[in-house]
């Protein structure tokens, strides 16, 4: 992916009760990429690895979801922020 680009993917869940998408898996390797969560609800089958970059939760929430990865950080914008391996 080229880096003057910017991607968006949006997983639109209006539709579904609560708003809610689950995924198989997913996986975030690209530096320089932001995965954030604004609403909703988001459950992953399979683990959520970020393996670079940043994972925001904004706003929403993960349900039944594990977090895990060799680098990269996950952000919580509830009042705190922490590293993607620090314990709650």
Excluded: C, W
Aim: no cysteine; glycine share 14%.
């Amino acid at each position: 992916m080229p880096p003057e680009r910017t991607y968006t993917v949006t997983f639109n869940a209006t539709g579904h009760p609560g708003g809610s998408v689950t995924v198989d898996s997913l996986l975030l390797t690209l530096s320089d990429a932001t995965l954030q969560l604004t609403g909703g609800t988001l459950t992953s089958l399979g683990d959520v690895n970020i393996n670079a970059d940043t994972f925001r939760l904004a706003g929403g929430m993960l349900k039944d979801t594990t977090l895990g990865g060799t680098g990269g950080q996950v952000m919580l914008f509830n009042r705190h922020a922490r590293s993607r391996d620090a314990r709650a």
